[in-house]
């Protein structure tokens, strides 16, 4: 819904049967969108079944659950990320952006939604990967005008009605090791600052939890705060 139309359009993104939405960011413009989505399981989908008792209403209630435990399998499953046109969500050609696919290392896995730049044409979002504690923060730019057609390389998919899906990787700006606390990667949330060069984000590098600025251009950082 815009301010000022009358017109309300439910948006469907074609994608596959076996993706759910997680998460999406409008940009401030409302002219384009960045969501999240999970194809298959979670790390954490278990799939034993375990009853719990629930004690929140007058009477004890007992339900049905699914329970991961240590050595259970992780899930077999991945994140996507997507960007998309919201000018052409309602016309048969329109194009759908993949700019990561992320796959289940184990139950602490980070991948957030994305920022947009204030000027609606760049995304950036971090992923942490359990399994070899990696950090990556990621840069996508919108696909516009020339950059908006396919590659020979690219292949699309058509896997929703008349749409095409067409991968573009996001490029990796800034990467390192995690070693503290496992609920810092989960906050990390890269934001962009006022100027629309610089990123905004948190870490431990220092063995402390602090605040960084990471210029993407040449994929360099510092230290804004400092502290024990």
């Known amino acids: 819904t815009r301010f000022g139309s009358h017109v309300v359009e439910e948006l469907t993104p074609p994608i596959e049967?076996?993706?759910?939405?997680?998460?999406?960011?409008?940009?401030e413009d409302g002219k384009r969108a960045v969501f999240v989505v999970r194809k298959g399981k979670a790390a954490m989908d278990g799939e034993r079944r375990v009853k719990i008792a629930k004690y929140t209403g007058r009477f004890v209630e007992v339900q049905e659950v699914s329970r991961h435990v240590s050595d259970d399998p992780i899930g077999k499953g991945e994140i996507r990320i997507y960007l998309w046109d919201l000018d052409t969500a309602m016309r048969e050609d329109g194009t759908l952006w993949l700019v990561h696919k992320f796959e289940n290392t184990?139950?602490?896995?980070?991948?957030?939604?994305?920022e947009w730049?204030?000027?609606?044409t760049r995304?950036?979002?971090?992923?942490?990967?359990?399994?070899?504690?990696?950090?990556?923060?990621h840069e996508s730019v919108f696909p516009i005008?020339?950059?908006a057609q396919p590659?020979?390389?690219?292949?699309g998919e058509v896997p929703g009605r008349f749409k095409r899906v067409l991968e573009r990787p996001a490029k990796t700006v800034y990467r390192f090791l995690h070693d503290g606390g496992p609920n810092t990667p989960g906050m990390m949330n890269p934001t962009w600052?006022?100027?629309?060069?610089?990123v905004l984000f948190l870490s431990e590098q220092s063995g402390f939890r602090h605040l960084h600025v990471l210029d993407p251009r040449?994929?360099?950082?510092?230290?804004?705060?400092?502290g024990t």
């Open 218 to 226: 040449y994929e360099s950082q510092r230290q804004l705060t400092a």
């Open 117 to 120: 730049s204030r000027d609606g």
């Open 145 to 147: 005008g020339d950059a």
């Open 193 to 198: 600052l006022a100027d629309g060069r610089h």
């Open 151 to 155: 590659k020979p390389e690219e292949k």
């Open 17 to 27: 049967g076996d993706e759910r939405i997680q998460g999406y960011e409008l940009s």
């Open 123 to 137: 995304v950036v979002f971090a992923t942490f990967e359990q399994k070899n504690g990696q950090v990556l923060i």
């Open 106 to 114: 184990g139950p602490r896995d980070v991948a957030r939604t994305p």
